[in-house]
């Protein structure tokens, strides 16, 4: 089983920066790859960035250039840093791990950060 926890949604005027977190816990050493995905009210949950255990990276179009996204392995911790953010990246964020162990492969999903964009 593997435990995440989100931090560091918030309010923030349009154009500011925000960095969320998101903490692992218990079998962390079955993680692959970790991600970020969103869900604004009345759409579908989106993918915005991921990274493999390799660091190799993948963004969606809409935030490339405005978001990074980076893995501490010794702290099983990945972070999303949000810059130059609009009205439009307003939704509810959701850290995403992909595990893999003995042939198995599960995701597991955190609870989720607000993340409002407004003047």
């Known amino acids: 089983q593997v435990q995440l926890v989100e931090s560091g949604g918030g309010l923030v005027q349009p154009g500011g920066s925000l960095r969320l977190s998101c903490a692992a816990s218990?079998?962390?050493?079955?993680?692959?790859?970790m991600g970020w995905y969103r869900q604004a009210p009345g759409k579908e949950r989106e993918l915005v960035a991921a990274?493999?255990?390799?660091?190799?990276?993948n963004y969606a179009d809409s935030v490339k250039g405005r978001f990074t996204i980076s893995r501490d392995n010794a702290k099983n911790t990945v972070y999303l840093q949000m810059n130059s953010l609009k009205t439009e990246d307003t939704a509810v964020y959701y850290c995403?791990?992909?595990?893999?162990?003995?042939?198995?492969?599960?995701?597991?999903w955190g609870q989720g950060t607000q993340v409002t964009v407004a003047s």
């Open positions: 995403k791990a992909v595990s893999r162990n003995l042939g198995y492969e599960w995701d597991s």
């Open positions: 990274i493999t255990s390799g660091g190799t990276t």
């Open positions: 218990g079998s962390t050493f079955s993680i692959n790859a």
